[in-house]
């Protein structure tokens, strides 16, 4: 699933294709994708103009000039890509927003996941996605005194804490395990006992992985693609996600993968230890 900085990737590729380009017409060829009315859907969209593609979390903000706002969500294989309108549709294309300047900004998902729904721009935080999104993770937004106080209510263990996005938004599967691993904090620690001194660690951690991968344009594991259909590069970087039964760069001892909450879940048991509370 993209995370915060393969989203990121996109919105910036996108913001240069797109942003200032007006919507003549729109196809909608899986119509589950669209939350809401495809009909007002395309009412409110058809000769509008982008204005601007803003970001919160995981999700993209396609601002245009009528005070709407589309939020799309990409899910597991959700990508965009700007085509001629006279080229073939890809296989898995859903949406299709034709361009008054004879180019497609075509939405292709292959399991069918995303989500785009149109509201009034400044009620994005009223949708259920949204409602509860933590701050961005930047040293402006992403405060440690919030953080503990959050995890101080928690007793369950840190890596579904961090993957519910209300601690912090836009961290995934891939980037808690590398952020845990780079903190010394076991996944499976109950974040209601790790010390302050961790916390700090993780914070700062947090902030610069997912600031140092948004710069590599992401992390591309299976099909994530940016706005130009470029992989990332920051898989050359991981740590430990993927990299099981391989020596710890930092001690040496085997990567071990787990499954905590469901998902696979990479450590080093020396360097990680479970602390007992």
Same mark, same amino acid.
């Given at each position: 699933? @993209? ?56 999700? &993209? ?19 965009? =890509? ?14 299709? =927003? ?34 509860? &999104? ?7 937004? =992403? ?19 961090? %993957?519910? *996005?209300?601690?912090? /938004? ?9 952020? &845990? ?5 076991? @996944?499976? *620690? ?19 992985? %997912?600031?140092?991968?948004? *710069? /590599? ?18 898989? =050359? ?35 990680? @230890?479970?602390?007992?509370?």
């Amino acid at each position: 699933m @993209p995370e915060l900085p393969e989203v990121e990737t996109v919105r910036r590729g996108l913001s240069q294709l797109v942003i200032g380009k007006t919507i003549k017409s729109i196809d909608v060829l899986w119509p589950k994708i669209i939350n809401g009315d495809i009909i007002s859907f395309k009412h409110e969209l058809e000769g509008r103009k982008i204005e601007s593609i803003d970001r919160l979390g995981k999700y &993209l903000l396609f601002r245009f000039d009528n005070q709407m706002t589309m939020v799309s969500h990409l899910r597991m294989e959700g990508k965009y =890509f700007v085509r001629a309108t006279d080229e073939p549709i890809e296989k898995h294309s859903h949406v299709i =927003f034709h361009l008054t300047d004879d180019q497609d900004l075509r939405y292709n998902d292959v399991r069918k996941f995303g989500r785009m729904q149109l509201i009034p721009t400044g009620q994005e935080r009223e949708l259920s996605g949204l409602k509860k &999104l933590g701050p961005e993770p930047t040293e402006n937004e =992403f405060k440690l005194s919030d953080f503990k106080k959050y995890l101080a209510r928690k007793h369950m263990s840190i890596k579904p804490v961090l %993957l519910n *996005q209300e601690a912090v /938004a836009g961290l995934g599967n891939i980037y808690v395990d590398e952020v &845990l691993w780079m903190s010394k904090i076991n @996944p499976e *620690q109950p974040a209601n006992s790790i010390s302050d001194s961790k916390l700090s660690s993780l914070r700062k951690n947090i902030i610069l992985e %997912l600031a140092t991968a948004v *710069q /590599a344009g992401g992390t591309t594991i299976r099909s994530y693609t940016g706005a130009f259909g470029e992989t990332g590069l920051f898989q =050359f970087d991981l740590n430990v996600y993927g990299q099981t039964g391989k020596p710890c760069p930092r001690c040496g001892t085997p990567i071990v993968k787990i499954k905590v909450a469901q998902r696979g879940t990479h450590y080093c048991p020396h360097c990680q @230890p479970l602390r007992k509370v």
